[in-house]
């Protein structure tokens, strides 16, 4: 940590403490691969502090926002607290690790289904949010295909052609959209606060060893949308999902469109990152409309 983020650090956390707080040492930790992170010792204890001078000067804001909403939502899942935030800069309280509980798969199954129980009255969420670094339109719709369609996957194909991407590599996600009503043809189901970004890395424990979540995305979605992001890279056992079934079963046919919910956040890292994740998205896609 360079001596100005030091300084900006000990600022916001006096003004977020009350009271003149000193910083006496920070090391890098695991965050993500869009901003730096870190914990700091300081004379209040030690904080998790993410920073990122190039990335939208709300990013942090909105994931406060985010983070207030999972903790509001009184899921047993920890959250971790804000203690400031502002451009560029978030500090967050520390969550010290702990042997994880021999229950942590089925808590974190059950969290979820309560998580998911938080409802609104549209799909949508106060103000838009972030996924990575990627903007996620949320102004309400009543319609989740709608919401979908247009503020997700039809938001990441505008990205993608603003990138230059040629317009025979996005027909296909055309196509899909023009479908994606049939495609996603379920049970009819209220909003539901979702984290939004829950892969592997997102997923902590808590002093207790319970499980933790960070880094969210977060509005109200078809609670399916959440499963799109877990199964993308793995990483959360059958064990997990078997508990949230259970405890919040699913609707007939799930499965058959999980992929259709993966395919936002394989959009989402075509546009982040590039590479070969466009490919993936397009194999997914061809599975549905050929």
Request: hydrophobic residues 45%; charged residues 20%; proline residues 7%.
């Amino acid at each position: 940590m360079d001596d100005e983020t030091r300084r900006r650090v000990e600022a916001a956390l006096s003004r977020g403490l009350g009271r003149v707080i000193q910083v006496s040492a920070a090391r890098s930790v695991g965050g993500g691969s869009i901003s730096l992170a870190h914990r700091v010792e300081s004379t209040a204890g030690a904080f998790f502090v993410k920073s990122n001078r190039a990335g939208p000067a709300d990013l942090f804001a909105r994931e406060a926002d985010g983070l207030a909403a999972l903790r509001a939502a009184d899921s047993g899942l920890a959250v971790p607290a804000v203690v400031a935030v502002e451009p560029g800069l978030l500090v967050l309280e520390w969550l010290a690790p702990g042997p994880p509980v021999p229950d942590f798969d089925l808590r974190l199954g059950r969290g979820l289904a309560a998580l998911h129980g938080c409802s609104a009255p549209a799909f949508g969420f106060p103000v838009d949010t972030y996924c990575g670094s990627t903007r996620q339109p949320n102004a309400p719709r009543a319609s989740w295909i709608d919401f979908y369609r247009t503020q997700r996957l039809g938001h990441q194909l505008q990205l993608l052609r603003a990138q230059g991407t040629p317009a025979a590599d996005l027909r296909p996600f055309d196509r899909l959209l023009e479908r994606l009503g049939d495609l996603l043809a379920g049970p009819d189901e209220p909003p539901a606060l979702i984290h939004g970004d829950l892969w592997s890395g997102n997923l902590m424990r808590d002093a207790r060893g319970a499980p933790a979540l960070v880094d969210p995305a977060a509005y109200h979605a078809h609670r399916e949308a959440e499963l799109g992001m877990m199964v993308l890279f793995g990483g959360f056992s059958e064990r997990v999902f078997a508990a949230y079934r259970e405890a919040r079963p699913l609707g007939v046919g799930w499965a058959d469109r999980q992929p259709l919910y993966t395919l936002y956040h394989v959009l989402n890292h075509a546009t982040l990152f590039g590479g070969g994740y466009l490919r993936q998205a397009q194999a997914i896609a061809r599975r549905y409309v050929g």
